[in-house]
């Protein structure tokens, strides 16, 4: 798995990338020591996806896996003077979910608002016609209502 991309930024720079997949969380203490790692960006969907939530589903083991890998880069990232963004995974309380993130340790949140329109649009089909749908599957044990 390839943990580095290469992003330009000018003609003259280019800006290495860790990408934050679980083979890069493993190896996180070294990736943040690089010379030149301002900042990185986790992608919680992404981090989940590659320890199983495609097979599994966005299973309470998963978030816990996902979270407890984003406080690992946190810490490396506060020892080494690293700026951490990230995506929440999880959109019912948008307030509650930065102030979490930030306790972790997070420097920035990155919301998609559109992702979490349309969650909470389906929140509510699933309110209203979830009797007739059935359960949704693999959700996030946190989104369960």
């Not at 800006?15 to 934050?20: A, F, V, Y």
């Not at 495609?54 to 810490?75: P, Y």
């Not at 509650?96 to 349309?118: C, K, N, P, R």
Request: hydrophobic share 45%.
């Amino acid at each position: 798995m390839r943990i580095w991309r290469e992003e330009k930024i000018s003609p003259s720079r280019q800006c290495p990338s860790p990408s934050s997949r679980s083979l890069a969380v493993d190896n996180i203490d070294s990736i943040m020591a690089v010379e030149g790692i301002e900042s990185v960006l986790f992608g919680p969907g992404d981090f989940a996806v590659s320890i199983g939530a495609a097979q599994e589903g966005f299973t309470s083991a998963i978030m816990d896996r996902t979270r407890a890998a984003l406080q690992r880069v946190c810490a490396a990232a506060a020892k080494h003077g690293v700026y951490v963004f990230a995506i929440p995974l999880e959109l019912r309380d948008p307030t509650a979910t930065m102030t979490e993130m930030f306790g972790d340790g997070v420097s920035g949140v990155l919301f998609g608002t559109d992702t979490m329109h349309f969650q909470m649009a389906a929140d509510r089909i699933h309110r209203a016609f979830g009797a007739v749908a059935g359960p949704l599957t693999n959700r996030p044990a946190a989104l369960a209502s």
